[in-house]
């Protein structure tokens, strides 16, 4: 053995593949799980322990079977199984809504197999399902119309298929699956049919699921996974310039230990930097300035991507995310206004620093509200003016050296897309 790490612990963007499986479930409203371990088990223990740090509860089950077929795997927990329960494969990463989706299935069957409609890999076990049963399972199968995801939901009675199954020498658990399946308690679930929408994160992504067996699905989970990052909120500047900077620097951040708060605050400390550059009268350090503030503009996607890669969202990072930009947001506009007093001793700098301002605050304030009212009716792709916009706009405006109209066009901007929303909300909320 040249790599005495177990496949399970093999990380995915900062997240051993077993943690990521258990964490999404844990997404899914479990929280208990059972876990077979086998080859190399210690390891595993040692990473994941009795679960307490993931706020869950974990039993380990010892399979010294492990050479056999995973059914054996199965069968060895069947004291801690005395109710429905779910089963998941260490090493096929999925979309927490495919778990939300088969749980809340309604199907009298013992078995519900998330099966996928997709043409077979050869590393895929195949089924052939009619009218919702299954008739055949098999890695052979020659006629078959889905694919087994490895994501089941099951009843006790699937102990007695595989002892059944054990019985004749078959140790897969796709071959426990066939015994109960021939006598008709083996239903499908399309892993497709799962609810795709998440109110902030999914735009059109499909709900999806991997079965890491190479590099290559590492890579393509790896890819799947940073797709999602994006935000349906997120402005034309963010889903265009900031996602696709900010997401190959959360590559990096999640492998290392930094938490989402960190970013967050780190985030936080340039932008003071770059308004004390604003201030300055100097265009060079005007320049500074701005770019400093593109680059706070760009860090602040990677706090949440980290969060959310590394399932460490929380409630107070959200809200400590939104506060730290508002404080910078102030910071900017202040450094402007500064910056442009310095220059030209000229008073309509803290006017329109002043309308910027409150324009910038007014926006993100009603921005929450409002697109729970909006977004969620309409959709599709909108530009929205957000704080991405804002910031490209200093950017722009200290590039061109032209602080009175950064700060005037901030301010029109602002307070024309706060008046927008009022009239847009109350042209659909005029009536209740
Ligand atoms: N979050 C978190 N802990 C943090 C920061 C963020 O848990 N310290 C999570 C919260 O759920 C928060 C979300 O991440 O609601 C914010 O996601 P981001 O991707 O940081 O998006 P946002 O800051 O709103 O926009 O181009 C940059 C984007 O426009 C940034
Ligand atoms: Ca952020």
Redesign the pocket.
Known sequence: MTHAKPKPLIRLLGVPLIERVILTAKEAGINEFIIVVGFLGEQIKEELGDGRKYGIKIVYVENDDWEKGNGISVFKARKYLQETFILLMSDHILDYRILEGIINYESSNDIVIGIDRREPLKTDTKVLEKNGQIIEIGKELENSNCIDTGIFRCTPKIFAFIEEAIKENKTELAEAIAVGSEKGHVGIFDVSTADSYDS?MSEDIDTWWININTKEDLKNSRKMLCQQ?K?T???V??RFI??PI?IQISKLLVKTSI???M??FFCFAVAILASVFLSFPAYWALIIGGILAQIT??L??????V??LKF???????W???IL?RYADGFFIFGLSLGLWFRTENYWGWIVGFFALIGSFLNSYSSTKFEEFVNKQTGFFQFLV???LRIFIILLGSLFNQIFWTLFILGVIMNLEVLRRIIVTSLIYSKD
């Open positions: 902030a990052l935000k909120t997120d402005g500047i963010s900031n996602r900010s938490s989402p708060n970013i967050s503009s760009i602040d996607g990677c706090d949440g991507e969060a959310r460490q969202s929380s409630t107070f990072g959200g400590l995310d939104s930009d957000r704080r991405d």
